[in-house]
């Protein structure tokens, strides 16, 4: 593994954090590690399962326990270990420094409350103030987040506005108390093609009015490509490759993200079948001992009943497969490629 | 999204509760049951200033009449005016039954939320106890409590109301539970909001349609229930009018006196009625998967 000396203030640094689901069995998140810095893009994809949802909510202390339970691990945020503290002082992060956008806008919102008290209750929790003072915040809020009137949609609740609306209304109650981290989990995933560019534009607009750094979970490719500073691709609980966004489309050395790449539909392609990843995902209760992927993997070896580490090809360029870089384990492929 | 630019601002906007209540007057059982209900209420609340006899005035001259000009409703055994007394059992009887079911859900309810939200142990011995409770019928329960408590009509609204009260722990506690399951509740904790703001805005107003459609079902159980401890001489203490006392005494002068019984007999019916019928309609209007 190659040494590099920490660059300084990472804004969040994740070390080796595992998540089991009752006391036995195999981890369900394993050995995750995870850094990124102040106004970056983190993305981590992956397909569904692949506990990529889980490490955002272990982060936010919003993880069901029991029956799920933090193996282990450390998540330094401005200094601070997560997962040492009290649930006052989490609290207090939670929605302050530290915001989460959620996957279903449809129904994240409270339906008995309207969207101003909603945000208000919100900024009045962190900033304190009248309840005038937190409408102000909400009403200049949903300004920012681009909401036609603005004054109005205020006093209405959320059964009376659409999903693309909601997810606005989401991403502005997030961004009320000036976050320095946001998480988002899937925020486009259950809206209109045409709406989740909206809303991509929106949050990267956002991110760089606001310096927020933007840990972004999703499963599109496409997304991850447009927003990405740092990508880290997951598989089955497990980080199987990280780097730059232009390391990882340049030249994906995993063969699960070659896989995830080639099973992307291209404009103009229209010949011949989408390529697909043969096999399914292991299952949380049978997760193979090794290598999660060896079973799917075409270039498996018996080498790969061995856990391979997260190895540095340089530049930050991390892969856990014993055949990386794939240039050298097969010559022949440099040359294809 | 760009049709909403186009709404006028002074636009009248949908809003649940007008929904509510546009299904509520779209239901001719529930208006009728609306009716009965405030038909009682307006009589027990004009009681006082009615034109009537005292409901306790006896009159040695018209003993056991029946009804006539002077005594619409008749008399009874000691010449007291029945129309009187209904109307003043009335306030007796809405009284006892808005009373105890307030104690009911003032106990009931956060009893139950705080089973719901706490879980482990708070959960299990809340709800053990409000089995053992449920274990035991509700009338014999409210008869146990009412003799235990002391015969008056205060008493007899504590016991009802402690009767009824695992009913609203009950369900106040599974109507917890499934909202916090909801995906807002974990938007909630996302933004750092504390118990007390999770509880008050987030859980009550969500949980409160189902326990507002028990509480009208219930305090037509709370009205039987009064008239029932008052015909055994457990709840209101004569000459104190009752319905439920009237129908005591009217027992022994069922074949001289039948709109002794009568009356009281018809009113209890039409209240219970009345409760009922809007019980159903506001479950009716409330169910979001409603037509």
Request: charged share 15%; proline share 8%.
């Amino acid at each position: 593994m190659g040494e590099r000396l920490p660059e300084p203030h990472p804004l969040l640094q994740v070390t080796d954090l595992s998540i089991r689901i009752g006391s036995v069995g195999e981890n369900l998140v394993d050995g995750v590690s995870l850094r990124m810095n102040a106004g970056e893009t983190l993305c981590i994809v992956g397909e569904s399962g692949c506990g990529k949802s889980l490490t955002a909510l272990a982060l936010m202390g919003l993880l069901p326990t029991p029956p799920l339970r933090l193996m282990s691990g450390r998540a330094e945020f401005g200094g601070q270990d997560l997962f040492s503290l009290s649930s006052q002082d989490l609290n207090h992060i939670r929605g302050g420094e530290m915001a989460m956008i959620f996957q279903e806008p449809m129904t994240s919102l409270n339906p008995a409350l309207t969207i101003g008290e909603q945000i208000a209750e919100s900024v009045r929790r962190h900033r304190g103030g009248t309840r005038t003072e937190a409408l102000d915040r909400a009403l200049e809020m949903l300004r920012r987040v681009r909401i036609p009137a603005p004054e109005k949609r205020l006093g209405e609740y959320p059964h009376q506005m659409s999903g693309g609306m909601r997810q606005r209304a989401m991403i502005a109650m997030a961004l009320a108390n000036d976050p320095r981290l946001l998480i988002a989990d899937e925020p486009t995933t259950a809206l209109d093609v045409t709406v989740q560019q909206q809303v991509l534009d929106l949050i990267r607009a956002l991110q760089a009015e606001t310096g927020a750094g933007l840990v972004l979970i999703t499963h599109d490719l496409g997304v991850v490509a447009e927003m990405a500073d740092q990508v880290a691709v997951m598989y089955a609980g497990r980080i199987v490759e990280s780097g730059p966004v232009a390391a990882i489309f340049d030249d994906p050395q995993h063969p699960y993200t070659i896989g995830l790449m080639s099973s992307m539909p291209a404009l103009g392609a229209r010949s011949g079948r989408l390529v697909t990843i043969p096999g399914i995902v292991p299952p949380a209760n049978a997760m193979p001992k090794g290598c999660r992927f060896a079973a799917r993997c075409p270039f498996a070896m018996p080498d790969c009943a061995k856990a391979p580490p997260l190895a540095d090809l340089g530049g930050g360029h991390r892969v856990a497969c014993w055949n990386a870089p794939l240039e050298q384990a097969f010559p022949a492929m440099a040359v294809a490629g | 999204m760009t049709a909403v630019t186009n709404i006028p601002a002074d636009a009248p906007l949908p809003r649940r509760r007008s929904r509510v209540w546009q299904r509520l007057r779209g239901n001719p059982s529930a208006l009728f049951g609306g009716a009965l209900v405030g038909f009682f209420l307006l009589i027990a609340i004009l009681a006082p200033i009615l034109p009537l006899p005292g409901p306790a005035a006896t009159d040695w001259n018209a003993i056991r009449k029946a009804p006539s000009v002077a005594h619409w409703l008749g008399t009874d055994e000691l010449g007291r005016d029945v129309l009187s007394r209904m109307v003043w059992g009335a306030q007796a009887s809405l009284l006892a039954g808005v009373v105890s079911v307030a104690i009911a859900m003032g106990i009931g309810i956060p009893l139950g939320v705080m089973a719901g939200y706490a879980r482990g142990w708070t959960d299990a011995v809340i709800s053990r106890v409000t089995e053992a409770l449920l274990a035991a019928p509700f009338l014999i329960l409210a008869i146990a409590l009412a003799a235990f408590l002391g015969p008056s009509l205060t008493n007899a609204m504590i016991a009802i109301g402690l009767s009824a009260m695992p009913i609203f722990i009950r369900l106040a506690r599974g109507q917890t539970l499934q909202v916090m399951t909801e995906d807002y509740m974990e938007s909630a904790r996302a933004v750092g909001l504390g118990h007390g703001v999770i509880i008050w805005r987030y859980i009550m107003p969500n949980i409160f349609p189902p326990l507002l459609v028990q509480a009208t079902l219930a305090i037509a159980t709370a009205i039987i229930t009064e008239a029932s401890l008052s015909f055994l001489g457990l709840g209101q203490q004569p000459p104190a009018p009752s319905w439920g006392s009237m129908l005591n005494t009217a027992k022994g002068f069922l074949e001289q006196a039948p709109w002794m019984a009568l009356w009281p007999g018809v009113a209890i019916f039409l209240v219970v009625l009345g409760f009922n019928l809007l019980g159903d309609g506001l479950r009716d209007a409330l169910d979001p998967k409603g037509s």
